[in-house]
């Protein structure tokens, strides 16, 4: 019952903070107009307020507080998390270089990892887990300190890649706060089977919850045809949380790639198809999986619903399958994905000749 608490108390203090915050971007001109942008990712038309992370982070922020005890993990989650948004409100007024960001993320991920987030070991479906804590450091600062080499150094990889791997799926209305929120809450319902660091199993399910319900909350004024944009802060944001969840849960990092397999998949996909074109991985471009529906007829409603359903279908089968099993069935959504993304690209090689031919 305390975790419904949560998720409708977070829900309802990001639904309404999000009303002022739309009004505020206007007022401040912290928007995104189509016809004066020219970022090659933006789907939308017209005049857009951004800054979706702000009211997103507040409702997160104001229920931990409300029901969370803060220990020095949860507090690192929290500073790391406000720097995270002063920079996504930056980058929503200044357009902060990808190169900037990228450097501050692994800043502010080392800051968590500073608190004590990081990978003792991970699951290995052949075998034993695969131990990341044997060669560490412990000295005395205000009391004891370890530092996991190899887990700490895991841990800012795969924080990193949450971060900016989520953020590059937020292209259409409605598309990340769904899929985000219900990542979460199936994060969550795995987090009560094992935990380990500082921290209760109950805590992250907490934490969990509440990032769905803050998700939840701005869904309404995201989803097509939005109101406001969730801006890099809210899909900085969503990738963080989800990352630390995952970490938090002990050995779930394989399971956040299944949950995640499309916005992961269509992220590697991205990376290597900018390096082929020798464009820097770091630049945005029209070429992401929704971008391709978009090309093929769907429409933003259904682009969205296509990644909420996929979400719930593998945060289902996340709670079934074992090891092996995640594995191969991460495989066979990769396989689908990319056979589905070349279809849709030979489509359109064949409908441009058609259209040269004519």
Do not use: C
């Not at 357009?95 to 502010?108: E, G, V």
């Not at 933003?300 to 089968?317: C, K, M, N, P, S």
């Amino acid at each position: 019952m305390e975790y419904v608490v949560v998720l409708v108390t977070s829900f309802l203090i990001s639904f309404i903070l999000t009303i002022p915050t739309i009004k505020i971007a206007k007022k401040f001109n912290i928007t995104t107009d189509s016809k004066k942008s020219t970022h090659p990712a933006h789907t939308h038309k017209g005049i857009i307020p951004r800054g979706g992370g702000i009211p997103i982070f507040l409702a997160f922020l104001i229920t931990v507080f409300l029901f969370v005890g803060v220990n020095k993990i949860v507090f690192g989650i929290l500073l790391a998390s406000s720097l995270l948004i002063i920079m996504g409100l930056l980058d929503d007024i200044y357009d902060i270089s990808a190169y900037y960001r990228f450097i501050a993320n692994l800043f502010i991920s080392g800051i968590v990892i500073g608190f004590g987030l990081g990978i003792p070991f991970i699951s290995n479906p052949f075998g034993d887990p695969i131990r990341l804590d044997q060669l560490q450091f412990v000295f005395n600062f205000y009391g004891e300190h370890r530092i996991l080499v190899w887990g700490d150094l895991i841990a800012l990889i795969w924080l990193t890649w949450t971060t900016n791997m989520i953020n590059w799926s937020k292209g259409i209305d409605g598309q990340l706060p769904g899929f985000v929120a219900i990542a979460a809450i199936f994060l969550g319902l795995l987090a009560q089977r094992f935990t380990g660091h500082d921290i209760t199993a109950s805590t992250v399910v907490l934490l969990s919850f509440i990032t769905a319900g803050a998700f939840l909350g701005f869904l309404p004024f995201n989803f097509y045809p939005q109101k406001i944009m969730p801006g890099y802060g809210g899909g900085s944001f969503a990738g963080f949380m989800l990352g630390i969840l995952s970490i938090l849960s002990f050995g779930k990092i394989g399971t956040a790639l299944l949950i995640l397999a499309i916005p992961s998949i269509d992220a590697v996909y991205s990376i290597l198809r900018r390096i082929k074109n020798k464009k820097s991985p770091f630049k945005a471009d029209w070429g992401h999986l929704h971008h391709r529906l978009l090309e093929i007829g769907w429409g933003r409603r259904r682009i969205a619903i296509f990644y909420w359903i996929i979400t719930f279908i593998l945060g289902v089968a996340s709670l079934y399958l074992k090891g092996i099993e995640k594995l191969i069935a991460f495989i066979t959504v990769g396989i689908a994905l990319l056979s589905f993304i070349f279809i849709i690209n030979e489509l359109k090689i064949i409908r441009q000749k058609n259209i040269n031919y004519e």
